[in-house]
């Protein structure tokens, strides 16, 4: 691995009501992304993609059993997905892992017509956005288009 850069995020960790229904969303998404497992321990799990980690945490000293992405604090986690193609593939996929799909009257354009994404929302309350690096699919054409 080579030296990260400065500013570079080393890792985020998130503190879940619970770690098996967790690791059952984050960790298919994270595994289907190409982050390997990196570390796991009685109340946690994390997995690496390159010099970032994902920590998963179901900490003794939480004060909810609900996230809630409306709250100050984060929002949601954003992902680059290869192509259109794949963000339906895995938009397709992740209601078997604890994901539902969010704006389902826009997809894939919630966040914009210039924007192919998928934004999911899991059991737990947490959003992530799948966003399309080459919205055409690299065929010149989006799914919805063909």
């Known amino acids: 691995m080579t030296r990260p850069a ?6 985020v960790e998130i503190w879940v009501p619970d ?3 967790a690791v059952t969303s984050f960790g298919w998404l994270l595994e289907a992304l190409g ?6 321990w009685g109340t946690g799990r994390s997995w690496r993609l390159g010099a970032t980690y994902l920590v998963l945490e179901e900490s003794p ?4 059993d609900r996230h809630d992405r409306c709250r100050p604090g984060l929002n949601h986690l954003a992902f680059h997905v290869q192509d259109a ?3 339906e593939a895995l938009a397709a996929e992740a209601p ?4 539902s799909l969010l704006f389902p009257d826009r997809h ?3 966040g914009g017509e210039r924007t192919y994404a998928a934004y999911l929302e899991n059991t737990d ?8 690096v080459d919205p055409t699919g690299g065929r010149g054409a989006r799914p919805a288009d063909e």
């Open 6 to 11: 400065t500013g570079t995020l080393h890792h």
């Open 19 to 21: 770690l098996a229904r």
């Open 35 to 40: 982050h390997t497992e990196f570390q796991r």
């Open 61 to 64: 000293a939480l004060t909810s």
């Open 85 to 87: 193609h794949a963000v």
């Open 96 to 99: 078997r892992h604890g994901w």
């Open 108 to 110: 894939p354009h919630a």
């Open 125 to 132: 309350g947490f959003e992530v956005e799948l966003v399309a």
